[in-house]
């Protein structure tokens, strides 16, 4: 069995980006529309530091914008507007919600659901092949090194 190196792993490095708290819940509620750094406070809970702090980080990974508007009277500020790679972690607080609802909801159930705009339907996330095969679990699929893999020691 040939050991590829990890050092270059996807999902470590998407959770360089996204693994915290605070980072979520802003994406959260950049989702539900949520534009404005006192709203954003509000909503998440986070403390202005560390909510300042994350806004810049998703602003320098490039999925969030920063838009200037000005209230009358008032100076201008900047609101919060999901990039098209913002847009794209769509699926993943959709999967992480829907796992929280299955193992973590209370007994009334969930306190969200998410629908198709046009229907109503409930949204269900598939994960499907290329050839649009539905993959019902991980017993169904097979790593294998993609291009970016490299030979080597793996971390212990």
Known sequence: ???YRVDNCSIERTLAVLGEKWTLLVLREAFNG????????ARTGAPRQVLSARLSRLVDEGLLRKVPY???GQRRRDEYRLTQKGLDLYPILIALMHWGDRYLADSAGPPVVVTHRDCGAPVALRLLCADGHEVGGPREATPRPGPGARLGLTRA
Do not use: G, N, S, T
């Not at 949520?34 to 406070?41: G, I, M, N």
């Open 34 to 41: 949520v534009r404005r750094f006192a709203d954003l406070q």
């Open 70 to 72: 000005r209230e009358p």
């Open 1 to 3: 069995m040939r050991r």
